[in-house]
C-alpha cells in the first residue's frame, strides 16, 4: 500500500542532536554530580557522551532513552518517590531548554513543508517527553504540519516498542503499512519493525551510522530533507 502517514524522530532526525543536547545534558550531568566537574563528565560518559569524538554515542542512553532511563542511571538508588520527582524535573528542564535550544537540520523544515503540502499526515514520534515533542515543533514554526506529538509518557510503551506506530494508526485511520517510521537511532526502526510500518527509514544527521541502521532500514537517506524526493520518485 502508499504511504499515507510519516511519523519522525525528534532529536538527530529533525533537529541537530548536538547542538541542541550537550549543554543541556552537561547542565543535568553537573547537577546530579553535586557540582563536581570531574563526576558530571563521568555521568556524561556513562550516558553516552564520547568526549574524544566530541558527541553523543547512537543508541546510548542519552541518545535513544528516555529521562526517566537517565534518571535510573545518575540516580540508581534513589527512592521511588525522589526517582518520580527527578523524572518531572528533567521532562521540565528538557522540555523548556530543548524547544529554547532546538536547531533545525538543514532543509528540514522545507522537506517538511513540501511533505504537508502532497498530502502527508506527519507525526512526531519521540522518546523525550510529550510536552518536550509540542514544544519543539512550536519553537521551529511547524506545529501546524503535524496532526501528532507522541512522546515516552504518551504511550504506555516508549520505543522501540510500537505503541506510538499503533496510536497515530488509530488516530488517522491508516493501516500500518501505510505509515513510514523515520529516524537516525535503531530503537525508531525497531519501532517500525515492531509495529509493522510500511517503511523504515533511517537517517544519517544524528547519532546513528549507515552501518548500524541499515540492518534495520529500508532505506538509509542522509536527512530528512531527501525524503520528498525518495517518496516521490
Known amino acids: 500500500m502508499a504511504i499515507r502517514g ?14 541542541t543536547w550537550h549543554a543541556i545534558g ?43 532511563d537517565i534518571v535510573a542511571l545518575w540516580y540508581a538508588n534513589a527512592p521511588q518517590d525522589e526517582h518520580e520527582a527527578r523524572v518531572r524535573h528533567f521532562d521540565a528542564v528538557t522540555a523548556a531548554e530543548g524547544a529554547r535550544s532546538a536547531v533545525p537540520l538543514d532543509g528540514v523544515l522545507d522537506a517538511l513543508r513540501d511533505l504537508h503540502k502532497r498530502g502527508y499526515k506527519l507525526g512526531v514520534a519521540t522518546n523525550d517527553s510529550e510536552g518536550g515533542a509540542k514544544q519543539t515543533i512550536q519553537a521551529i514554526g511547524v506545529a501546524h504540519l503535524f496532526v501528532a506529538a507522541y512522546g515516552y509518557d504518551s504511550v504506555a510503551r516508549p520505543k522501540p516498542a510500537p505503541d506510538a506506530i ?18 537516525d537511532n535503531r530503537h525508531d526502526l525497531e519501532m517500525a519493525r ?22 534495520l532500514a529500508d532505506v538509509v537517506l542522509s536527512s ?3 525524503l520528498p524526493a525518495y517518496l516521490a520518485g
Open 194 to 215: 515492531a509495529g509493522r510500518a510500511g517503511l523504515a527509514v533511517g537517517v544519517l544527521s544524528g547519532t546513528g551510522t549507515q552501518e548500524r541502521l541499515a540492518p
Open 224 to 226: 530528512v530533507r531527501d
Open 26 to 68: 552537561d547542565r543535568l550531568a553537573l547537577e546530579a554530580a553535586g557540582g563536581d566537574r570531574g563526576k558530571a563528565n563521568d555521568l556524561m560518559e556513562l550516558a553516552g557522551y564520547d568526549f574524544e569524538a566530541g558527541r553523543f554515542r547512537g543508541d546510548s542512553v542519552f541518545a535513544a532513552g528516555t529521562n526517566a
Open 166 to 183: 499503533e496510536a497515530f494508526c488509530a488516530l488517522t485511520g491508516f493501516a500500518p503499512d501505510e505509515i513510514a517510521m523515520v529516524g
Open 6 to 19: 510519516i511519523l519522525f524522530d525528534k532529536d538527530g532526525t529533525l533537529v541537530d542532536f548536538h547542538k
